[in-house]
Nanobody
């Protein structure tokens, strides 16, 4: 069992940056993958980025080149650096930790989830 707590969301103008953090109550090294997902009202939660314990990363095409996922295993914390933000990045961002990596991109139920942090990008 692990609890995840996101922070760092807020209101930013288009072109700006934000850094999200996800603090875990226990070791994150034991999870095969950790990731960020986001959701807007009326839409299904979507995968944004993921990272393995040794730092291998993957990104959704919509954020590639703008977002960077990272982790500090010693601090049990996951990060998402978001640059060049666009209004379409507006969403609630969720942190996820899981061991089943069969369908990380499309499986939005597996693993542990935080409560989310709101990111709003104004045009």
């Amino acid at each position: 069992q692990v609890q995840l707590a996101e922070s760092g969301g807020g209101l930013v103008q288009a072109g700006g940056s934000l850094r999200l953090s996800c603090a875990a109550s226990g070791s994150i090294f034991r999870f095969n993958v950790m990731g960020w997902y986001r959701q807007t009202p009326g839409k299904q939660r979507e995968w944004v980025a993921s990272i393995t314990p040794v730092g291998r990363t993957n990104y959704a095409d919509s954020v590639k080149g703008r977002f960077t996922i990272s982790r500090d295993n010693a601090k049990n914390t996951l990060y998402l650096q978001m640059n060049s933000l666009k209004p379409e990045d507006t969403a609630v961002y969720y942190c996820n930790a899981r061991n089943d990596v069969t369908n990380t991109r499309y499986d939005i139920t597996t693993g542990y989830w935080g409560q989310g942090t709101q990111v709003t990008v104004s045009s």
